[in-house]
């Protein structure tokens, strides 16, 4: 009975640990928007579109692992 104690509560360590990862690579997605947007003259809808693209997927690999 604690043996499955600590297995879910290693469990939920994890969960918690890969929440804590994904909201920081959010927080770095979002950080480098703001840098390429100020830096960059306004860009096109198919940019835009791309550059949310790439950050979608980005998190969704971050997510996965």
Do not use: I
């Amino acid at each position: 009975m604690v043996a499955a104690s600590v297995v879910v509560v290693a469990a939920s360590v994890v969960v918690v640990a890969a929440s804590v990862v994904v909201v920081a690579a959010s927080v770095v997605v979002v950080a480098a928007s703001v840098v390429v947007v100020v830096d960059s003259p306004p860009p096109s809808g198919a940019q835009m579109c791309d550059r949310l693209n790439s950050s979608v997927s980005g998190l969704a690999g971050v997510a996965t692992t």
